[in-house]
C-alpha cells in the first residue's frame, strides 16, 4: 500500500508526458529571453522585498506586529517562487510541483487577505503625514512654551534672589546701625554717669560755696564764681558735642560740589581770634580742587581738625599749622599738621572714641567729642583718615577723598 501511493505521487510528479513551455514558443530565442529575464527579475525583487520587511521588523517592531510581517513574508517570497518556476518550466515541464506550489501560495494569499483586512483597523489609526507634520508643530510650540515658561521662571528666581539679597543687606545695614546707636548709648550713658556730672557737681558745690561766701562777704567770692562759670561752660560745651554726635546718627547726606580752598578758608575764619590771639602762622596749600560731598560734614570735619590743632598747642609755643593737599594712588589727600603736645602713637586709634582725653592733666579744655565727630563724618562721606603723631612733637591728620568723588583737580 505504501509503495503503491509513492508509486502514484511520483506519477504526479513526473513530467516525460508534458513538453517545456519552450517548445509553446517554439523555442523563439527571444521569447524565451523575454519570459526567462522577466521570471528572474521578480523572482529577485520578491526576495529582495521580504528581506526588508524582516530588516525593518527586527528593527522596529512597534510599527507591525511580527506575525503579520512574517506572513507577507512568506506570501511575496511564495509568489516569488511560482516566478522562479516559472523560469525553470521554459526548459523542464515540472507543471505538477508548479501547481502545489501555486496552491501553496493561493493558501498563504487567502491567509495574507484576511490578516490584510484584520489589520486595517489599526492601520487606519496611523496618523498620516499631514497630521505627523501638524502633531510636530504642536509639540515645538508647545516646546517653545515650555521654554519661555523656563526663561521667565527663571528671570523671576533672579529677581526674587535679588530681592532676597537687598532685604538681606537692608537688614544688614539696619542691624548695623542699630548696633552703632547701642553703642551710642551705652558711651553716652558712660558720659552721663561721669563726664557731665563732674562739671555740674563742680557747679552745685561752688555755688554753695559762694552763697556762704557772699553771706560773709568773703574775699573768694570772685573765684567760686569763676570757677561755676568754667564749670557750666563746660557743661554746655559737653551737651552741644554729644547732640552733633547724636545728630550725625539721623543726618541725611546732601552731596554738593564744594571747593575745599573755599571750605577751609570758612573753617580757618571761624577760628580767627583765636589763631590771632596765640601770634599763630597758618601756611595753606590747596590744590584748586572740587570734590562731591555733603557740606555740613566736611564743615564740622574741618572746623573740629584746626580745634583741635589750636587747642593742643601749649601756649609758650609759637601756634604753626599747616595745612596742604596732595596726590595719592587713592585719590587726593588732605593734610593738617600742628606742632602741639602730639601723643603716645599706641593711641592712634583710640582718639577717634567719643569722651576720649589723653592730656586731661595738660591745662586743655576739651570734651573728647570733637575727634568722634570727625570719625563720624568722615565714615558718612567714605573718606578716611590715618594720624601721625608722637609724643610733644605734634600731630598731622591725613584725610583720604577717594578718586571717584574728585570732580576738579588743578594746581593754581
Known amino acids: 500500500m505504501g509503495e503503491g501511493m509513492l508509486e502514484k505521487f511520483l506519477q504526479y510528479f513526473?513530467?516525460?508526458?508534458?513538453?517545456?513551455?519552450?517548445?509553446?514558443?517554439?523555442?523563439?530565442?527571444?521569447?524565451?529571453?523575454?519570459?526567462?529575464?522577466?521570471?528572474?527579475?521578480?523572482?529577485?525583487?520578491?526576495?529582495?522585498?521580504?528581506?526588508?520587511?524582516?530588516?525593518?521588523?527586527?528593527?522596529?517592531?512597534?510599527?507591525?506586529?511580527?506575525?503579520?510581517?512574517?506572513?507577507?513574508?512568506?506570501?511575496?517570497?511564495?509568489?516569488?517562487?511560482?516566478?522562479?518556476?516559472?523560469?525553470?518550466?521554459?526548459?523542464?515541464?515540472?507543471?505538477?510541483?508548479?501547481?502545489?506550489?501555486?496552491?501553496?501560495?493561493?493558501?498563504?494569499?487567502?491567509?495574507t487577505a484576511v490578516a490584510s483586512w484584520t489589520l486595517m483597523p489599526s492601520a487606519l489609526k496611523l496618523p498620516s503625514t499631514v497630521m505627523l507634520e501638524q502633531k510636530n508643530d504642536a509639540l515645538a510650540r508647545s516646546g517653545q512654551e515650555q521654554q519661555r515658561a523656563y526663561a521667565e521662571l527663571?528671570?523671576?528666581?533672579?529677581?526674587?534672589?535679588?530681592?532676597?539679597?537687598?532685604?538681606?543687606?537692608?537688614?544688614?545695614?539696619?542691624?548695623?546701625?542699630l548696633e552703632q546707636m547701642n553703642t551710642s548709648?551705652?558711651?553716652?550713658?558712660?558720659?552721663?554717669?561721669?563726664?557731665?556730672q563732674e562739671p555740674l557737681r563742680k557747679i552745685v558745690s561752688f555755688s554753695e560755696l559762694a552763697i556762704e561766701e557772699d553771706t560773709a562777704r568773703g574775699p573768694d567770692l570772685k573765684m567760686f564764681l569763676e570757677t561755676i562759670n568754667e564749670s557750666a561752660k563746660r557743661a554746655r560745651n559737653l551737651v552741644r558735642n554729644i547732640l552733633q554726635h547724636a545728630e550725625l546718627?539721623?543726618?541725611?547726606?546732601?552731596?554738593?560740589?564744594?571747593?575745599?580752598?573755599?571750605?577751609?578758608?570758612?573753617?580757618?575764619e571761624t577760628h580767627e581770634l583765636s589763631i590771632r590771639?596765640?601770634?599763630?602762622?597758618v601756611k595753606v596749600d590747596i590744590h584748586d580742587i572740587r570734590v562731591r560731598a555733603d557740606p555740613t560734614l566736611v564743615s564740622q570735619i574741618l572746623e573740629n581738625l584746626i580745634s583741635n590743632?589750636?587747642?593742643?598747642?601749649?601756649?609758650?609755643?609759637?601756634l604753626r599749622v599747616s595745612i596742604i593737599t596732595q596726590l595719592s594712588?587713592?585719590?587726593?589727600?588732605?593734610?593738617?599738621?600742628?606742632?602741639?603736645?602730639?601723643?603716645?602713637?599706641?593711641?592712634?586709634?583710640?582718639i577717634f572714641e567719643p569722651?576720649?582725653?589723653?592730656?586731661?592733666?595738660?591745662?586743655?579744655?576739651?570734651?573728647?567729642?570733637?575727634?568722634?565727630?570727625?570719625?563720624?563724618?568722615?565714615?558718612?562721606?567714605?573718606?578716611?583718615?590715618?594720624?601721625?603723631?608722637?609724643?610733644?612733637?605734634?600731630t598731622s591728620f591725613r584725610i583720604t577723598i577717594p578718586a571717584d568723588q574728585i570732580v576738579q583737580d588743578e594746581q593754581e
Open 309 to 318: 590743632a589750636i587747642k593742643y598747642t601749649p601756649v609758650d609755643r609759637t
Open 355 to 394: 569722651f576720649t582725653r589723653l592730656n586731661p592733666g595738660n591745662g586743655v579744655i576739651g570734651t573728647g567729642m570733637g575727634l568722634a565727630i570727625v570719625a563720624k563724618a568722615l565714615k558718612q562721606l567714605g573718606w578716611s583718615i590715618v594720624v601721625e603723631t608722637a609724643h610733644m612733637q605734634g
Open 277 to 281: 590771639d596765640r601770634k599763630g602762622e
Open 249 to 268: 546718627d539721623q543726618h541725611t547726606a546732601v552731596i554738593h560740589q564744594l571747593s575745599l580752598k573755599e571750605e577751609t578758608k570758612h573753617a580757618l
Open 14 to 111: 513526473e513530467t516525460n508526458s508534458f513538453l517545456a513551455h519552450g517548445y509553446c514558443m517554439t523555442w523563439r530565442t527571444d521569447l524565451i529571453a523575454l519570459h526567462a529575464i522577466s521570471d528572474l527579475v521578480i523572482f529577485s525583487s520578491y526576495f529582495i522585498i521580504p528581506t526588508a520587511i524582516l530588516y525593518i521588523t527586527i528593527r522596529r517592531p512597534d510599527l507591525v506586529p511580527s506575525r503579520i510581517a512574517l506572513l507577507f513574508c512568506v506570501f511575496i517570497f511564495a509568489w516569488g517562487m511560482t516566478h522562479l518556476v516559472g523560469f525553470i518550466t521554459l526548459w523542464e515541464p515540472v507543471y505538477s510541483f508548479e501547481g502545489v506550489l501555486k496552491a501553496a501560495t493561493a493558501v498563504v494569499s487567502g491567509a
Open 185 to 196: 548709648l551705652s558711651q553716652y550713658a558712660h558720659f552721663a554717669s561721669h563726664d557731665l
Open 154 to 177: 527663571e528671570q523671576i528666581k533672579l529677581e526674587l534672589e535679588l530681592r532676597i539679597q537687598q532685604r538681606t543687606q537692608e537688614l544688614r545695614d539696619k542691624a548695623d546701625a
Open 329 to 350: 594712588d587713592e585719590g587726593m589727600e588732605y593734610v593738617i599738621t600742628d606742632n602741639g603736645i602730639g601723643f603716645d602713637p599706641v593711641f592712634k586709634e583710640k
